[in-house]
């Protein structure tokens, strides 16, 4: 049983570990909290829904990648018209700005899609594959593939390519960045569209794992989302993937043995503990004295 | 005196209003608060409580609900002595999540089905102005007194102002339980306006708009918040009102006419129950954050109003 609920955890903690990833890149580079992150994260599981209707030869991978571009898409729409044109010398007028793209995100989606739940269409086999006493569907297995793969290109990415470098060399310091020849303007954008494209993901995943996607399922997500940055280390990209995997697990382990409702009363006592006790978050990596 | 319809859109902008002040009190130390709807809901029931379930008048419930979520303010405010910045911001929203799951599993006051039979409030609307009026008073006074100095030195530089000596414990925990207490206020008028409220009353969507209301309307002075709550409450009808003038064109002029789309595209982007006006709110937040970060109001905004003049900086 135990095993069983460790593996539901580790499918919500995934989602959660994506979108949380987006979250903790832009806040390391413009250490903004970019409040309508969880909207992209719906607006993907949408496109990844509509591309799935409309197009007979589409598969989930399609869906994924259509989702993935138009995120992507999103993400610079964001950085150019909505949070480089804002002057950063009022810290709280970009976080403002991007509450306003939450609101005209929900409403186009409200707009255009509906209001209502709608069902997301079964595009993998379901098949059960029983491992000793734990039984874990292709379904499950395709989530996590994807998830784990996007995390690693990601992380490859962060490591390993010269734009990455230039996004770390960022986050240290947008002056000494600049200095050394940086495009501080262009690292910026590609942080956002990078950080989308993941919620994109994030959101196809999700409406494949719960069967049915609403255009206000971005709060929630993003909400628990800030909680794993937090938990991670503000900034801190590997801090967010286990610190998502982990929220996920807790939160599995409170619903099935102490109720649903104790389960979002856990994740802010702990939200609230660790910012009194460990602001830095679990790995304590780095420290940011203010937001 | 008024029609109903407009009766309700200024009282619950008066609210809106009210809850804004609760949001300005600790951002004038610096204290970035996400909670308010948090407090608003303690607020709300407390004084649901009192009237509800006691009996008792509602004077004596707004007293209770401004209490109740003030003694709760304190108790926040003293761990949020030890945060600043966006760590604050996080503290708040766990704290109003928190709240909101309280309501939903406290089972005295209907848990999920939510608290019904809310006795409800004749004269809101006088109720609400009056209260807005005495927050007006008590801001302008608190500008000019040695308090409010304080607390503008507390936002500047906490270890100036502790240098000059300024008590920064004892004004930052002021402002934070006076600020619950007025958002209790808030969460109080509500409960006893709409008879009835729930979890999702007071979501942190609603936290996020009270601080969009101070901020828009500009957070380094004391007009903002009303001037912020009452342009962002009432653009809806504003939008709505940009129509009716529209319904004047002749029939003739559009009907098979080139603009004729242009036309319905417009009227119906100003239509009233309709999200395609929340889209409308949004875009103007998002210039507005473009063409004027600081906000509507700014303390030069309000100078040549002033009769004694002063030099200060625009914040």
């Known amino acids: 049983m135990l095993g069983q609920q460790l593996i539901n955890g580790l499918m919500l903690g995934a989602s959660y570990s994506l979108v949380a990833i987006g979250y903790t890149l832009i806040f390391g580079v413009l250490r903004l909290l970019h409040f309508a992150h969880g909207e992209v994260f719906m607006v993907g599981a949408f496109i990844g829904l509509h591309v799935v209707l409309w197009f007979a030869f589409a598969n989930i991978y399609v869906a994924i990648a259509g989702a993935m571009v138009v995120t992507a898409l999103l993400g610079w729409i964001v950085a150019r018209f909505a949070v480089q044109p804002v002057d950063k010398g009022y810290p709280l007028a970009p976080l403002i700005s991007t509450i306003g793209v939450t609101i005209v995100l929900q409403n186009l989606a409200i707009n255009i899609f509906g209001g209502e739940q709608v069902a997301f269409p079964e595009t993998i086999e379901q098949i059960l594959y029983r491992i000793g006493p734990l039984t874990i569907s292709s379904v499950q297995i395709f989530i996590l593939a994807v998830a784990l793969l996007s995390m690693a290109a990601l992380w490859l990415f962060i490591d390993r390519t010269r734009m990455g470098r230039a996004i770390r060399a960022t986050s240290e310091s947008h002056e000494t960045a600049a200095l050394l020849g940086v495009d501080v303007n262009r690292v910026v954008v590609v942080t956002f569209v990078v950080a989308s494209a993941l919620a994109g993901i994030a959101g196809v995943l999700d409406g494949v794992k719960n069967s049915a996607i609403t255009p206000h399922m971005g709060l929630e997500v993003a909400v628990k989302a800030l909680v794993v940055m937090l938990l991670g280390g503000l900034g801190n990209v590997p801090g967010a993937m286990v610190a998502g995997i982990l929220l996920g697990m807790v939160e599995i382990l409170t619903a099935s043995y102490l109720g649903t409702s104790v389960r979002d009363f856990f994740t802010f006592v702990i939200l609230i503990l660790l910012l009194l006790y460990r602001p830095t978050g679990l790995f304590g990596t780095r420290t940011i004295e203010s937001g | ?315």
């Open chain 2, 1 to 315: 005196m008024f029609d109903e319809y407009l009766r309700s859109v200024l009282i619950f902008a008066g609210i809106h209003v009210i809850a804004a002040y609760s949001f300005y009190v600790p951002f004038k130390t610096g204290q970035i608060s996400l909670g308010q709807a948090g407090f608003m809901g303690v607020g709300a029931y407390a004084a649901g409580i009192v009237t509800a379930k006691l009996g008792l008048p509602f004077p004596l419930g707004l007293l209770a609900g401004g209490v109740a979520a003030g003694l709760v303010g304190v108790g926040v405010g003293f761990p949020a002595l030890r945060i600043r910045g966006i760590y604050l911001l996080l503290l708040t929203l766990g704290f109003a999540e928190i709240v909101q799951v309280i309501i939903l599993t406290w089972d005295y006051t209907g848990g999920a089905q939510g608290f019904q039979n809310i006795p409800f409030l004749e004269n809101a609307l006088v109720w609400i102005y009056a209260i807005v009026a005495v927050l007006i008073v008590f801001f302008a006074r608190l500008e000019r007194s040695s308090l409010g100095r304080a607390m503008d030195a507390v936002h500047e530089d906490e270890m100036a102002a502790e240098v000059m000596g300024v008590d920064v414990v004892r004004v930052k925990l002021f402002a934070f339980g006076l600020g619950a207490f007025i958002a209790g206020l808030a969460g109080a008028l509500f409960a006893h306006y709409s008879t009835y409220v729930d979890s999702v009353t007071f979501n942190i969507l609603i936290g996020v708009e009270i601080l969009m209301f101070v901020l828009v309307g500009g957070g380094f002075s004391y007009w903002g918040p009303l001037f912020g709550a009452m342009f962002l409450s009432l653009l809806p009808e504003f939008l709505r009102a940009l129509r009716d003038p529209m319904e004047l064109i002749p029939v003739s002029w559009t009907e098979n006419a080139p603009w004729n789309r242009v036309y319905e595209v417009v009227y119906e982007f100003l239509d009233f129950e309709n999200e395609k006006r929340l889209i409308v709110y949004g875009l103007v937040l998002v210039v507005m954050m473009i063409l004027r970060p600081q906000g509507l109001i700014t303390r030069n905004t309000m100078r040549p109003f002033r009769f004694v003049q002063r030099r200060m900086h625009d914040a």
